[in-house]
């Protein structure tokens, strides 16, 4: 885009000055009845930025012959139309969600003219799926996905980035809440039935060690050998007599037999 500004002098040229960049071409032309024309010109590239941009552009030049100088200002702002420009998708809420929770997509762009619509798409191995229509884009969540949306207006369109959707899950190394708690109640179960399980072994350990010496003692009791020492047998000598008939022998002169028998002392 280039602009001109001209200013005819009967005199001398006029100086141009504008708030553009100071490497504008500056052209100084007489005209046929004796005045000159002073033009001021430079090229841009407009685009969406410079949308609103104000160009002030001023001129000074000499009058009556030098003696005065005379000043005159213009200026001239920049209507430029462009196509969606910085399309993105934001999601509420953020991170990973519950499957069978609802999400909210929402798309957003900037342009001039305004958008006129919005589209959806899922992203798949097949490609790109539409599936919805409008800024706003709410469903209920059944499955990790892949989401964009394109702006457009009657000059163009764009594109946003990919938006992922994770759900809790093993897939992506989480655990829902209820399932950590339910790890935790049975991790606590297992600790108490071990603390019973070793209490009650070592019960039984001590009342097994208390019946075994019961049992040993008894059985020492019952087995102690009987005194070993032998018994001494003495023999004793005892001498029987044969009682006399009164009218065959004398007690004295009779025959006595001697019988020995072992005695326990």
């Not at 019961?214 to 020492?220: G, M, N, R």
């Not at 044969?242 to 004295?252: F, L």
Request: proline share 5%; net charge negative; with cysteine.
């Amino acid at each position: 885009m280039w602009f001109i500004i001209t200013e005819p002098c009967p005199q001398s040229p006029p100086e141009l000055t504008w708030n553009l960049q100071t490497d504008s071409q500056r052209h100084i032309e007489e005209n046929t009845n004796g005045n000159f024309t002073t033009k001021i010109q430079k090229n841009i590239t407009l685009s969406d930025s410079d949308d609103g941009f104000t160009i002030n552009c001023s001129v000074r030049y000499p009058v009556n012959k030098g003696e005065n100088v005379k000043t005159a200002e213009t200026q001239q702002t920049l209507r430029v139309s462009y196509s969606p420009k910085n399309t993105s998708v934001s999601i509420s809420p953020s991170g990973l969600v519950s499957v069978g929770s609802w999400v909210n997509l929402t798309c957003s762009s900037r342009a001039k003219p305004p958008v006129s619509s919005f589209s959806w798409f899922r992203i798949s191995k097949d490609g790109d799926i539409k599936v919805a229509d409008g800024d706003f884009y709410s469903f209920n969540v059944t499955e990790n996905a892949e989401y964009r949306c394109t702006a457009t207006n009657r000059i163009g369109n764009q594109t946003s980035e990919v938006i992922v959707l994770r759900i809790k899950g093993p897939s992506d190394g989480s655990l829902p809440w209820e399932a950590i708690l339910g790890g935790g109640v049975v991790l606590i179960c297992l600790i108490i039935c071990s603390l019973a399980l070793l209490c009650w072994r070592r019960k039984n350990s001590t009342n097994s060690t208390v019946h075994q010496n019961q049992a040993q003692t008894i059985e020492s009791l019952s087995t102690e050998p009987e005194s070993t020492t032998e018994e001494n047998i003495h023999y004793g000598e005892i001498k029987f007599t044969k009682k006399a008939s009164t009218s065959s022998a004398q007690i004295n002169g009779g025959e006595v037999d001697t019988v020995y028998a072992p005695v326990k002392m």
